[in-house]
């Protein structure tokens, strides 16, 4: 029976939380609408609260209308699918709330006539997984390796010895291949198309080693502030929050060797190859930085300290740039140069990998270095900057820009990063989440980083919000002979004087 027809329970623990709200809702009615969800399937959106059905309807409807790709819900559509959704009122912690749900998810398998296909997301708290988890195992909910599914948010721990400890406790209740690790970052299209890009065009591997790639960057730049999120980020920062996980997953995307096939061990293997191989980083050498009082996209920003929730002697970065390098064959001397801060002049997500200048200069006027620029967000881009002769007499150069832009080559749209990653675990498909072994590799990485700052806040900068964080990120890609890539090239730049 194919994953359409087989029907399917998918209990969303954080129900009424920000994620279900924002994305997890919205991602299951798009996939709803979009013809993509099994024939038959209830979600059960579990909560300890105890709202009306209407009440907490008209939450997710206004989620929808908010932040769904496809704009506000159509009355047709939002009926039927409202009919899916089944706010289901339990604490972890009262003993009962398994058994019902237990007994709830029975129900529908006997109407259904065929035991369905188990989703459980812990969208919760790190310190609900394991009452979660051990009540699922006590009652024997998700004893169906083929079928029954975890599916973990970040932050997948706090540190590498919490990472360890939970992938024991989820290891000892399910199977591996039922633990989905989910990323978001590797469910974007731009990310996805990276594997493309590189295994399905044969002319770019030969380039993709140490004696074409001068440097590769990868930047990911917000608009936002922490917000409503001080409690959780201060504990975390930016380390925790973007480089141990997202930044780190596109790293390993970009490096990673061939691999045997496009299916999820064979591609798992090889990412968590990238982050083995990568050498101890020298932890004082890592920028942190906090954004204080400015101004954001014209609207003026309190700094962090004044956050709501953040401690006003905070240490907690808000802002990191560091430089790493894998020791492998391929790699071997090339520098990886990673930032991410909140609160910095423009949203963008971009990968810049540099190439190295030809080695016998043969033209008078200076050649620019090929760079290849990969934006996964706000623009979802491919530029590649080559050196061009500008039309006349003479012999004179100019970079020009190859271009590819999605909007421009697909008609259609993308969705949204959640839409790709739950019908992937609705159908089984682990290749675009972290394996265990992944997910420590990224923690050994940042360790060292980690334990550094807990002996000393010395090294702390500030940036002004709505700035591209402090000198001293500027200061570390100079030493390396680089300046940081902010956007895609500028077509202004580009054009003729
Ligand atoms: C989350 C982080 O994982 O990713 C947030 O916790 C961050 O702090 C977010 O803002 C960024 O995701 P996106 O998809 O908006 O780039």
Not at 338 to 346: H, P
Request: proline share 4%; net charge neutral; aromatic share 12%.
């Amino acid at each position: 029976m194919d994953f359409k027809q087989t029907p399917a329970n998918i209990v969303i623990f954080g129900g009424f939380g920000d994620l279900s709200w924002r994305k997890l809702i919205p991602a299951f009615y798009n996939l709803y609408i979009g013809g993509y969800m099994p024939d038959e399937f209830v979600i059960f959106a579990m909560d300890y609260k105890g709202l009306s059905d209407e009440a907490y309807d008209k939450h997710m409807l206004e989620g929808i209308n908010s932040f769904s790709r496809n704009g506000k819900a159509k009355d047709a559509d939002w009926n039927k699918f409202k009919d899916k959704l089944d706010y289901f009122q339990g604490d972890f912690s009262v003993p009962d709330t398994f058994p019902r749900l237990k007994a709830a998810l029975e129900k529908n398998d006997k109407n259904w006539g065929v035991r369905g296909t188990r989703l459980f997301y812990y969208a919760v708290s790190p310190s609900f997984i394991q009452t979660i988890t051990e009540g699922l195992a006590k009652y024997k909910m998700a004893g169906m390796v083929k079928k029954d599914r975890i599916v973990v948010e970040k932050p997948f721990g706090t540190d590498l010895t919490s990472a360890q400890a939970l992938n024991r406790l989820l290891t000892k209740n399910f199977k591996e291949e039922q633990i989905y690790r989910i990323d978001h970052y590797l469910g974007k299209e731009v990310v996805q198309n990276i594997l493309a890009f590189r295994f399905a065009n044969n002319i770019f591997e030969p380039l993709w080693c140490n004696k074409y790639i001068d440097h590769v960057q990868i930047t990911v730049a917000e608009e936002v502030s922490v917000g409503t999120r001080g409690k959780y980020y201060d504990n975390s920062g930016a380390l925790r929050d973007m480089i141990q996980n997202h930044l780190l997953q596109i790293l390993s995307v970009i490096a990673m060797e061939r691999p045997c096939d496009y299916a999820a061990e064979c591609i798992r293997d090889e990412k968590a190859k990238v982050l083995k191989s990568v050498s101890k980083i020298s932890a004082p050498e890592v920028v942190r930085a906090q954004y204080t009082e400015g101004s954001v996209a014209g609207a003026p920003q309190i700094g962090y300290t004044d956050e709501a929730n953040v401690a006003k002697n905070s240490k907690t970065e808000t802002f990191a740039a560091m430089k790493l390098f894998i020791d492998n064959k391929r790699w071997k001397g090339v520098p990886f140069l990673l930032r991410t801060g909140k609160c910095m002049s423009q949203n963008s997500s971009l990968i810049m990998i540099q190439f190295k200048m030809t080695p016998h200069k043969i033209f008078k006027d200076d050649e620019v270095p090929n760079r290849l620029f990969i934006s996964i967000q706000p623009n979802q881009t491919i530029n590649l900057i080559v050196d061009g002769k500008i039309p006349g007499i003479h012999m004179r150069l100019k970079p020009v820009n190859m271009d590819f832009t999605y909007t421009d080559a697909f008609c259609e749209p993308s969705p949204e990063a959640y839409e790709t990653l739950l019908l992937d675990v609705l159908e089984g498909d682990a290749t675009l989440f972290i394996r265990s072994d992944q997910v420590e590799a990224a923690w050994k990485i940042v360790m060292p980083i980690l334990d550094y700052w807990k002996t000393t806040s010395k090294g702390l900068k500030k940036y002004a919000a709505g700035t591209d964080g402090p000198k001293e990120a500027d200061k570390l890609a100079k030493s390396n002979g680089v300046q940081w890539a902010l956007t895609s090239p500028n077509e202004e730049a580009l054009k003729c004087d």
